[in-house]
């Protein structure tokens, strides 16, 4: 079965400083990943997906996302917080691949700090 | 294009009681899936429709159905309410059953007391 474990439930940068959210995934197939962004009282929007094409994936608003077999990771980064990348964020991954069962983990809170 | 809504948006039920939350998927997506967050935890898979014909089920009891119209939109249905079913509900549509990306709407939340 496919999963993923998000190792932080918070993350705290300052605007302007790098962001970091960092997912890694079990699978037994070549896994399709994706990180989706929850907003408050909004629904799920979708940042990035990695489909084995490329290994470097970029998203909306400045994010991208990079995936690494050998450590089977997939970490989310953005150059530069703002304020409106408040919010919380999911690692998913499809089961099986390319299918419609969607595994979340258990989402990171990111806070940026003025 | 119109995206994912759903309704009511806020719903408050009585233990026991039986719900009916609504969604209409976005223009042009066949496949409709919902799935139960609570609070503090990500989303839990619930069900997927494709066409109108159930296509997969993840660990939830029977008292959790639903219904998938010839207009795409959707039913999830919960009998017997418990208090563990308050939650927020989310569905999300994509183009078919295979496809990467689903597409959320801004979900239901359910309290039952």
């Known amino acids: 079965a496919q999963s993923v474990t998000q190792l932080d439930s918070h993350v705290s940068v300052s605007e302007g400083t790098p962001v970091l959210l960092r997912c890694n995934y079990s699978?037994?197939?070549?896994?399709?990943l994706f990180w989706y962004v929850q907003h408050p009282n909004k629904g799920l929007q979708l940042l990035l997906k990695?489909?084995?094409?490329?290994?470097l994936v970029k998203g909306i608003n400045g994010f991208e996302a990079e995936f690494k077999k050998s450590e089977t990771s997939f970490h989310l980064t953005k150059p530069s917080a703002h304020m409106s990348d408040a919010a919380e964020y999911f690692c998913?991954?499809?089961?099986?691949?390319?299918?419609?069962?969607?595994?979340f983990g258990t989402g990171t809170r990111l806070k940026v700090l003025a | 294009e119109t995206g994912v809504t759903q309704s009511p948006t806020h719903l408050i039920k009585t233990r026991g009681q039986q719900v009916t939350l609504r969604c209409s998927s976005q223009s042009g997506h066949n496949t409709v899936s919902w799935y139960q967050q609570a609070l503090g935890q990500g989303p839990q898979f619930i069900f997927q429709y494709y066409r109108e014909e159930e296509n997969g089920r993840g660990n939830f009891p029977p008292r959790f159905s639903g219904l998938q119209f010839p207009n795409y939109s959707s039913e999830l249905n919960v009998n017997a309410l418990e208090l563990d079913d308050s939650a927020l509900y989310l569905c999300?549509?994509?183009?078919?059953?295979?496809?990467?990306?689903?597409?959320f709407g801004p979900g239901t939340r359910l309290t039952v007391t």
């Open positions: 990695y489909t084995s094409a490329a290994t």
């Open positions: 999300a549509s994509s183009l078919n059953s295979g496809a990467y990306e689903q597409y």
């Open positions: 699978s037994s197939y070549s896994p399709s």
């Open positions: 998913v991954v499809s089961d099986p691949p390319g299918t419609y069962k969607y595994i």
